[in-house]
């Protein structure tokens, strides 16, 4: 049996197809605000109690929205979310797909805002956009997704198959996958919550939410069963979303700066190596350095060779684990790492450096 991730925007042909990635295998979170839950129910409709699953779906909806291009002849779509000052927040991948042509925004009620891009990170597969024509709708707060555990229920909300206001719910079914999306040079490396809500393309970028209404993370990704020619099928219980922690640090700075570089250890890993710990390189086919001089890695003592076995507290099964756990830092963090050279075990701590640098 194969397993893909798949990013879940609808996208035309060429964008946004599957590809291979790592799958390795208390009481509710209080709530830390009550903005989400204060978007107004229609009339129309009967209202539900707030400590519902309905009540949470009908207070969040009007604050998410579909992301289309501007062009009829432009296929396409996802979703996203309002937060403070207006702002959208959604995938890279989402914006990519669309940038070119012009990106429109449409609300639950059917109102159709011009977009911009503020800020957008590939490694992070997060975007903000600024909206030319908002709507009086209340910002979805971030909640804390350290507070979230297996079990917790869920409801995530966007625009499936283009089928925009869709609300499914399910529950957190694991944490902290180690999952890779994008295409190759322009991955996304995502420490996420996965979960079994069901999630399909044109969910990207939209909130998955926990009961209080917070958004806890930001849909992204489905696991699908691989197939011979390579088309991406739907939902199978499988769904991946970046952590809200991780969202929120990155959206700040898109917000401030228009960038938000990831952290790196100045360091080569083999992703190809098959035993317990991730690699440093010993040599590069092109026969330039594996370790960056005066980088991270080499101020923290690590040489060629080193496997690293822990990261901050966390055990490293392989290479793909240690990338994801880097990207869920930010730059300048400091980190205790754990490495065996020569069969011996070491530890050090690293002070994290930037992609910028």
Known sequence: ?????????????GVGGAVSASLVGNEPPEPQGSNALNNEVPSDVPSRAPDTIAGVAQRVSPSVVSIRSASPQTGGNGSGFVIEGDYVVTNNHVVDAVERTGIEVVYSDGHVSKAEVVGAAASSDLAVLRLADPLDV??????DSDEVTVGDTVIAIGAPLGLEGTVTSGIVSALNRPVT????????????????AAINPGNSGGPLVNEQGMVIGVNSAIATMGSLSGEQTGSIGLGFAIPSNQASRVVEQLIETGEAPHAV????????????GALILEERENGGDTIVRGGPADQAGLRPGDVIVEFDGTPVRD???????????????????????????????????????
């Not at 999306?181 to 079994?196: F, H, K, L, M, R």
């Not at 684990?321 to 300048?332: D, E, F, N, S, Y």
């Not at 490495?339 to 910028?356: A, F, I, K, W």
């Open 265 to 276: 250890i100045g360091a080569v890993i083999d992703l190809q190596y098959r035993e317990q």
């Open 319 to 357: 290479g793909n684990q240690l990338v994801t756990l880097i990207h869920t830092k930010a730059p300048g963090d400091r980190v205790e790492i754990r490495y065996e050279r020569n069969g011996e075990e070491h530890t050090t701590v690293m002070v994290l450096g930037s992609s910028n640098d």
């Open 1 to 13: 049996m194969l397993l893909v991730v798949a990013v879940v925007a609808m996208a035309s042909a």
């Open 181 to 196: 999306v994008g295409e190759s040079g322009q991955e996304a490396y995502i420490s996420a919550i996965q979960t079994d």
């Open 138 to 143: 209340e910002p979805l707060e971030f909640g």
